[in-house]
């Protein structure tokens, strides 16, 4: 097992070295792993060719800043297609980014709890905590009033434990028939009542908030506008999408099982579930190898399941999507430049964007997307071997314990 991935995906490389060997042994010993770091040399080198720097010279650091300088001119190409200028307002670009997203995203759909049913719980559930900060009295205004997907995700922060664990003891009665498709279109919250919002615990610095259960994303306003701020949204926006997706392909899945509602709920609080059988295989990696994989999913399709459900972009082939210029990220999502001296940086445009706007030294480099891409897509080759794929994709979809 190489020692590159083990060092990069931050796990001992003797556990790591065991996983992929027994993985190898079960899938004929295809050298998945060795592939795919010949993959990421591929990727590195032809990226570094882009930004002019010498693959067999260039130190991880040279390379940091170099894609740094690579994200803000993709900023400005961004900010020309979406008509943002340094004149704009926080909330006039961000009205711009939503624009765009929402009209990119208009066929596309998630599964998700109705509308009237997260009203149904709101109303036999007040969230008084919620309705105090908003001035709000009567529940029956309030829900006329307001996008009930808005209010049900600030009420999971506002409320107590005790309310929410409340809210979840009702929601283990739902059903399927509770549940509906519905478009994708980014909630934004107006400025006066990011206002009261910040006099309470909610966190408001975080800007994007996607809402799995409702399969909404709640949009606050920046306090100003930041260095690169119209790449960071979008791509924030975009990745928001695509954890809908992922959320309510998983949801769609398991619908037909007895324990749906308390699978569901545990997805919530613990993430997206591992495989019990198959050691470090999860539904992340298995959604990943169902994207673009048009003759595998159809092994999956039921009636309560089709292909429109694992139907998404990463945020690098979308950003190619505004612009052809931006094509330079795309399919990096899970490169790393590892240089001579076995220093690495992450080559995901996510990374890249978080160190800049936060001026985050090398030292102290965040490379979260990256790694998380790299171990998926390491997982997701082995899955091309049938017996394994079918296992997983048994525990996954059809009913055996996760």
Same mark, same amino acid.
């Given at each position: ?23 190898? !042994? ?9 592939? @795919? ?69 208009? *066929? ?27 001035? @709000? ?29 409340? @809210?979840?003891? +009702? ?8 549940? *509906?498709?519905? =478009? ?44 690169? *701020? ?13 954890? !809908?997706?992922?959320? =309510? ?18 997805? @919530? ?76 940086? =992450? ?23 990256? +790694?998380?891409? !790299? ?5 997701? +080759? ?21």
């Amino acid at each position: 097992m190489s020692r590159i991935i083990a060092d990069i995906l931050q796990i001992k490389q003797p556990d790591l070295h065991h996983f992929i060997q027994n993985l190898e !042994l079960k899938t004929g010993k295809p050298g998945h792993d060795v592939r @795919l770091i010949g993959d990421i040399k591929k990727r590195s080198n032809s990226a570094l060719r882009n930004l002019k720097l010498e693959y067999t010279q260039a130190t991880a650091k040279e390379v940091y800043f170099g894609l740094q300088e690579q994200a803000r001119i993709d900023n400005k190409i961004i900010c020309e297609q979406l008509g943002v200028t340094e004149n704009d307002s926080a909330d006039v670009m961000l009205r711009k980014c939503i624009k765009w997203i929402s009209s990119y995203y208009k *066929d596309s759909e998630v599964w998700a709890i109705k509308n009237s049913v997260i009203k149904t719980l709101l109303k036999k559930q007040p969230p008084k905590t919620l309705m105090k900060i908003l001035g @709000l009295r009567s529940v029956d205004s309030m829900l006329k009033r307001n996008s009930a997907y808005e209010l049900y995700s600030y009420a999971l922060c506002l409320e107590s434990n005790e309310w929410c664990n409340k @809210l979840h003891e +009702r929601m283990k009665k739902l059903t399927p028939s509770d549940f *509906d498709t519905h =478009s994708i279109d980014p909630i934004k919250v107006d400025n006066e009542r990011i206002n009261k919002l910040k006099k309470s615990i909610f966190p408001v610095t975080q800007l994007i908030t996607p809402n799995y259960e409702t399969g909404s994303i709640i949009v606050l306003t920046p306090s100003h506008r930041f260095s690169l *701020d119209v790449i960071a949204v979008m791509l924030s926006l975009i990745e928001s999408v695509n954890e !809908l997706k992922k959320h =309510s392909a998983y949801f769609r899945s398991i619908s037909i099982r007895p324990d749906f509602t308390q699978k569901m709920l545990e997805a @919530l609080k613990k993430g997206p579930p591992r495989s019990s059988r198959h050691n470090h295989a999860s539904w992340n990696s298995f959604y990943r190898y169902l994207v673009g994989n048009e003759m595998v999913r159809m092994k999956v399709e039921q009636p309560h399941i089709t292909s429109d459900d694992f139907d998404s972009m990463s945020s690098t082939t979308v950003l190619g999507q505004i612009d052809s210029q931006l094509s330079f990220w795309d399919g990096n999502d899970y490169v790393f430049y590892v240089d001579q001296y076995g220093n690495h940086v =992450s080559m995901h445009v996510v990374d890249v964007v978080t160190n800049a706007t936060n001026r985050i030294s090398y030292k102290d480099a965040r490379d979260d997307y990256g +790694r998380t891409r !790299l171990r998926e897509e390491l997982y997701a +080759r082995y899955y091309q071997h049938q017996p394994s794929f079918e296992e997983i994709m048994d525990e996954f979809l059809y009913g055996s314990e996760v």
